[in-house]
């Protein structure tokens, strides 16, 4: 971690994709285990929530979260592009894998 920004916080922002529900659902699971991450880390992160969109029926459609502490931006830098998780969709009515 030697980047010129690796010792700052960092802002993590997280927006459901294509996929309606199951991607508002996805989005929010992963909101809960970055803050999870965050909030247990051995550097004592503080975590603020910044912004956060409710989905309609699930889920979220869009956060940003605040991450303050030594080397929050390092570890996270790596973080980005797309998560896709293909399931059995618990609310797809033939239960198919989306």
Do not use: F
Request: with cysteine; charged share 25%.
């Amino acid at each position: 971690m030697g980047g010129a920004h690796d010792s700052c916080g960092a802002v993590l922002t997280l927006t459901a994709g294509a996929g309606g529900v199951d991607a508002q659902d996805w989005a929010e699971m992963l909101l809960r285990m970055y803050r999870r991450w965050a909030e247990g880390h051995p550097s004592g992160y503080r975590v603020t929530l910044t912004e956060r969109t409710e989905g309609e029926e699930a889920g979220i459609k869009s956060a940003a979260l605040t991450i303050d502490g030594p080397y929050a931006y390092g570890n996270l830098k790596a973080e980005r592009g797309t998560h896709r998780l293909p399931r059995l969709s618990p609310l797809h009515p033939a239960h198919k894998r989306e």
